[in-house]
C-alpha cells in the first residue's frame, strides 16, 4: 500500500483550511489528489530501484548492465536474456558438462533442448575393466521401441566413426562431438473439449475438433535430479504409440499429456469419478477403425489423435484433454492474447459459455452472471443491431451454429472474441454474413471458425481478423469483402483464399494466406476480385507466407514475406516489394532485396522456401525446414527468416547459441545444432 495516498496527505493539512476547502467545493483536495499520483509515482520509481539490484527482478534495460559486470557477451538472438544472466556463474562452474549445455541451450533459444555426447554412441571394443552392456556393437532387433529412436536425441544404438565435422551438419558420431538438438514447436494445451465423430456409431472419435487427423504431443515433466538430461517425457514431442504403451502413466492421467471423461457431468465436484481409469485405457494404431483391441479397453491413437470405444461402452457424454503442436502464437489457440483487445468507453459486454457447477458461477462477476447465455446467437438476439458491443466467449467449447446477425450500426461496432488462453471453435453451416452502416466495424479475435465463409456487406467501413483461423483446405474462399469501402486487417491469423472489392483496402501481418482446396492438391488465388480471376484491392503484406496466386490492383507495401505463387499487381508504377521471395512470372513493383534476383533465373530452382508442412493441421505448417536455403531462412529485414514466422526470430536464436557455445564447450569439442522438431 503507497503512503500517499490522497487521504492520507489531505488529512495531514490543518482543519481549519480543510473546513474551508469544503465550503468552496474541495478545490484543496483536487489538488492534494494531483500531488498524491506524482508522489506515487516517486515512490514506485524509488522501489524499482531497489528491485533492479537483482536480476530476478530489474527492469528489461538493466539486465545488459549487470551481465556486464560479470562478463556476459550481448547477443541478438537470446530470448531468455535474464535466464542467461542469472545463470552465468553456474554455466561457469560446471563449464562443458551435457547438463550445463543442455541449460544454456534451452535459456539462449528459449527451446527445450537435449545434449547428446556422440562418443558414447560409437561401437568399440569392450575392455573387461570397463564393460559397456548398454552399448552393443549389433542393435536387437526385438526392441521396437529403441528401433523407432534411431537417428534421434533419444537413440541408444551404436555407430561406427564418421569423420565428417558435426558443426557442419554432415557428420555425428564422432569422439569430439557434441550434438545439440532443439524442439521449436510448442504444446499447446485444450482442455475439457467435446471430440468429433467419425462417423454415426457415437464410439469412434477424433481428438480434434474439426473431425481431422492430428498428432497428439506431450505435456512436458520437469527434469529430476535422478535424471538431470532431458528425456522424451521432458520434450514437447509427437507421443509415439510404442512410447505411450510402455509409458501410459507418464502421459495418460490428471495433469498429464492426455485425459479422457466418460459421461462426463460439469457439476461433478471430483472429476475421478468420470475420468477413464489408467487400466481402461491402451495404445493402439487406428488407421483401421475396426481394429481388434483386448475386451474392455478404450483405444488411443497418439499419432493420429483417435479415439475409439467398444460396442458396450459408447458414452453418452464425453471430453477430451490433450496438446497440440504449432510452431508459435498464430491463428486462434490457447495463449496470451489480453493485449489485443479492444476496450471502448460505452460499450455493452456480453458473455457466451455453460457454467453448470455452482460454486464456478458464483465466483463469477454480477455483471458477467447478468449477461451469459449458453449460446452466441442468443448473445447476438440481445445485442440485436444496437450500439457496439462485445461479445466474449468464456470457454473452448465447440459452437455449431447458424448465425444470423442484424446489421451494424452507422458509427457503431461488433467484436467477437475468444476470452483469453481460450479457444472457441465455431462451426457455421453456411455464410456467416456482416451488414454494417456507415463508419461501422466488426472484429473477430482468438476463434476457430470452419464451415462457410465471412462475407463482409453494406457499408462497412472497417473490419479486423486478429488471432484468428478461417480454416483452409476448401474449395471456397474464407473471407469474401463486398463491402467496397470497408479497411480490412488481418493480424496473426490463418485462413483460406480471401475474395475483395477492386477498392476494398487489405492489410495482412504475421498471417498465412493458403488457398489450397479441399482435395489438397489444386491451389486456388489466394487473393482476388470477388470474380476469382480479376485483381482485388489494394494490399499490403508484411511478415506473411501466402500459397497462391495474388492479384491486387495495387500492392501498397510487401516486407519480409514468402509468395510461394506468382504475384500480380496491375499497377506497378507505384508501391515497393522488399526483403520478399517472389517467384518467377511475378509482375510487381520495384524489388528491394527479393529473391531469387530477377537478374538471375538460373538460382530460382535452388532458392525457394522448403516447408515442413504446406499441410494445414500438421504441427510443422508453414514452417521453414533447416536445409531451407540461407536467402530464405536469413533474408528479412533484421536476417530473420521470410514469413509468418519472422517475429520468432529463430536465426538470431540459433546464432546466439553459437556464440554461447564458443565459450562454455571443453578444449577440443565440437557442437552441432540440430533441430529435432
Known sequence: MSNYSVDRLYQLLPAVYRQRDAEQGYPLRDLVEILAGQAKLLEGDIFQLYENWFVETCEPWVIPYIGDLIGVRGTDG???????VANTLGYRQAKGTAVMLERLARDVTGWPARVVEYFARLETTQH?????????????????????????PFETASHTLEARRIAVGRGRYNIPDVGIFLWRLQAYPLERIVPHPADASNKNFFFNVLGMDQALFTAPAAETA????????????????RAFHAALASYYGKGLSIEVWTDWQPDTKDEDQTRLRLGDVVACDLTDWNRPRPSGKVAIDPVLGRLS?????????LRVSYRYGFSGDL???????????????????????????????????????AALFPTLQAALDRWNGTGSAVIEILDSRTYAEALTLKEIPAKGRLEIRAANEQRPALLLPGELKVTGDEQSGFEINGLLVSGGPVRLLGRLDRARLQHTTLVPGKSIPALIVEAGA??????????????TDPETQVELSDAIVDAVDGTGKNVLAAYTALDGKAPGGPLTVSRCTLIGE??????????NSLFLHPVTARRRQEGCVRFCHVPPG?????????????????????????????????????????DTPPEIRRGAEDESEMGAFSGLRQPQREDGLRIRLEEYLRVGLEAGILFAT
Open 78 to 84: 537470446a530470448t531468455g536474456r535474464r535466464a542467461e
Open 128 to 152: 573387461v575393466d570397463h564393460v559397456r552392456p548398454r552399448n552393443p556393437r549389433t542393435p536387437d532387433l526385438r526392441r521396437t521401441n529403441e528401433l523407432e529412436l534411431l537417428g534421434g
Open 226 to 241: 535422478a535424471s538431470p538430461v532431458a528425456g522424451e517425457i521432458n520434450v514437447p514431442a509427437p507421443i509415439r504409440r
Open 309 to 317: 470405444f467398444s460396442a458396450a461402452q459408447v458414452p453418452e457424454r
Open 331 to 369: 491463428g486462434g489457440g490457447v495463449y496470451e492474447r489480453e493485449a489485443s483487445f479492444t476496450h471502448i468507453a460505452g460499450e455493452s459486454h456480453l458473455w457466451v459459455g455453460v457454467v453448470d457447477d455452482p460454486d464456478l458461477r458464483a465466483k463469477l462477476p454480477p455483471e458477467v452472471r
Open 486 to 499: 470497408a479497411k480490412v486487417s488481418l493480424d496473426r491469423s490463418i485462413l483460406g483464399a480471401v475474395r
Open 550 to 559: 495474388v492479384r491486387a490492383t495495387a500492392l501498397v507495401l510487401a516486407e
Open 586 to 626: 511475378s509482375r510487381t513493383p520495384r524489388r528491394f532485396h527479393c529473391q531469387p534476383p530477377e537478374d538471375s533465373p538460373a538460382l530460382a530452382a535452388r532458392v525457394r522456401p522448403r516447408l515442413t508442412s504446406p499441410r494445414y493441421g500438421d504441427p510443422g505448417y508453414c514452417q521453414l525446414t533447416a
